[in-house]
């Protein structure tokens, strides 16, 4: 039997867009949804969304999924710990979806090579604002930092990433282990062709 469960009832319906009326393909499909607190629709292309996320993962060995995962993991622990992370998975998608294909390519080989690429991703953005708020979600529909509480979380969670890598780089390396802070070029450097 079903356990109880909380569930949001969403008000919605399908979004029939120019491109799906003229390819009949499902990923071009969109859905309308209704915003009770304002109230307003909002249009939605879920389904290009994954499927955008699907052709670029397959590409790069199915490396993009595992970044994606391993930062909504760390956003969970950092959480868990009182961090707060405003930073939606769907965001956070829509962000490691712009990291480097070559590294990600890496990554379908070397698995830490994930972890040095998202977190040099992640860092480059924290670093580069002006950048970060010129990316699109992959539908392209809008703007992936498009609120200040986004960029704070882009900011928490390269710091969780930079710790993760840091630790994990210094069980990697007997030399990196001696120091308390290592440089992140250095633990990128270690993680990037190692193997588990």
Same mark, same amino acid.
């Given at each position: 039997? +079903?356990?109880?469960?909380?569930? !949001? /009832?969403?008000?919605?319906?399908? @979004?029939?867009?120019?491109?799906?009326?003229?390819? %009949?393909?499902?990923?071009?499909?969109?859905?309308? =949804? &209704? $915003?009770?607190? /304002?109230?307003?629709?909002?249009? $939605?292309?879920?389904?290009?969304?994954?499927?955008?996320?699907?052709?670029?993962?397959?590409?790069?060995?199915?490396?993009?999924?595992?970044?994606?995962?391993?930062?909504? $993991?760390?956003?969970?622990?950092?959480?868990?710990?009182?961090? !707060?992370?405003?930073?939606? +998975?769907?965001? =956070?998608?829509?962000?490691?979806?712009?990291?480097?294909? !070559?590294?990600?390519?890496?990554?379908? =080989?070397?698995?830490?090579?994930?972890?040095?690429?998202? %977190?040099?991703?992640?860092?480059?953005?924290?670093?580069?604002?002006?950048?970060?708020?010129?990316?699109?979600?992959?539908?392209? +529909?809008?703007?992936?930092?498009?609120?200040?509480?986004?960029? =704070?979380?882009?900011?928490?969670?390269?710091?969780?990433?930079?710790?993760?890598?840091?630790?994990?780089?210094?069980? %990697? +390396?007997?030399? &990196?282990?001696?120091?308390?802070?290592?440089?992140? /070029?250095?633990?990128?450097?270690?993680?990037? @062709?190692?193997?588990?």
């Amino acid at each position: 039997g +079903s356990l109880p469960r909380v569930v !949001d /009832v969403v008000p919605a319906h399908w @979004y029939n867009t120019i491109a799906f009326q003229a390819t %009949q393909m499902e990923h071009h499909r969109g859905v309308t =949804i &209704l $915003n009770k607190k /304002v109230p307003e629709t909002i249009d $939605n292309l879920p389904f290009l969304h994954i499927k955008e996320i699907r052709d670029r993962c397959n590409a790069v060995g199915g490396s993009l999924r595992k970044a994606i995962r391993l930062c909504k $993991n760390v956003r969970a622990d950092a959480e868990s710990e009182g961090t !707060d992370i405003p930073l939606p +998975s769907f965001d =956070i998608a829509a962000t490691m979806y712009h990291a480097s294909m !070559d590294a990600l390519r890496i990554g379908a =080989i070397y698995d830490l090579a994930i972890l040095a690429e998202a %977190q040099r991703h992640l860092d480059m953005l924290a670093c580069n604002h002006e950048y970060a708020k010129n990316l699109l979600v992959p539908d392209g +529909s809008r703007r992936i930092f498009n609120t200040q509480e986004k960029l =704070i979380g882009l900011n928490r969670l390269s710091v969780e990433m930079d710790n993760l890598m840091r630790a994990v780089a210094k069980e %990697q +390396s007997a030399a &990196l282990a001696t120091y308390n802070e290592p440089s992140l /070029v250095e633990c990128r450097r270690t993680l990037e @062709y190692a193997s588990l």
